[in-house]
């Protein structure tokens, strides 16, 4: 599996709760240069960090991102953070892999605009939309990067990188 798409991930008043708290207008945010952990600057833009370094590192940690873990199907998380992307700030991230080693990515999209996430698999780009409550899931070996919206002033994404067990 190099990518899957599920559209309405989660239940409508689950979505609801989770876009409310990161798109509300006092949530926590933090300014960031760098989409992966190295590289060129991409551009200013904002996140907030869930879970890092084998520890959760929000209150919201336990209530709003556990149950999208057991969904997920993750057996343990590496990293999970909200980016809020100001289209003024930011326009394209550079292409990159959120680790060097396996794992998987998944992308919630919080709000719809035209942005979205770009995908390059065997020389050959793939564009996901943003759409609401959609979760893009690939393996973290695919080349990708951010595009921000070109209508709509911010785009809101939770990112997931997580293990799977790999068990039958």
């Known amino acids: 599996m190099k990518y899957q798409i599920h559209k309405k991930f989660l239940v409508p008043d689950s979505f609801e709760k989770i876009k409310d708290l990161i798109m509300n207008k006092d949530f926590p945010w933090r300014r960031r240069d760098h989409m992966a952990h190295v590289g060129d600057k991409d551009g200013m833009y904002f996140t907030y960090c869930f879970y890092n370094t084998?520890?959760?590192?929000?209150?919201?940690?336990?209530?709003?991102?556990?149950?999208?873990?057991?969904?997920?199907?993750?057996?343990?998380?590496?990293?999970?953070?909200?980016?809020?992307?100001?289209?003024?700030?930011?326009?394209t991230s550079n292409w990159h892999r959120d680790y060097d080693?396996?794992?998987?990515?998944?992308?919630?999209?919080?709000?719809?605009?035209?942005?979205?996430?770009?995908?390059?698999?065997?020389?050959?780009?793939i564009f996901i939309k943003a759409d609401p409550n959609k979760m893009l899931v690939f393996d973290t070996s695919v080349l990708h990067r951010a595009l921000t919206s070109k209508k709509e002033p911010i785009r809101y994404v939770i990112n997931f990188n997580y293990f799977i067990s790999h068990k039958k």
């Not at 929000?58 to 999970?80: D, G, V």
């Not at 080693?101 to 390059?120: H, P, R």
């Open 54 to 91: 084998m520890n959760s590192k929000s209150e919201f940690y336990e209530p709003y991102i556990i149950p999208i873990l057991k969904k997920l199907q993750a057996t343990a998380p590496i990293q999970i953070r909200s980016n809020m992307f100001i289209s003024a700030m930011f326009k």
């Open 101 to 125: 080693f396996k794992c998987k990515t998944a992308i919630l999209y919080l709000n719809d605009c035209d942005g979205g996430t770009e995908l390059k698999i065997n020389n050959k780009i």
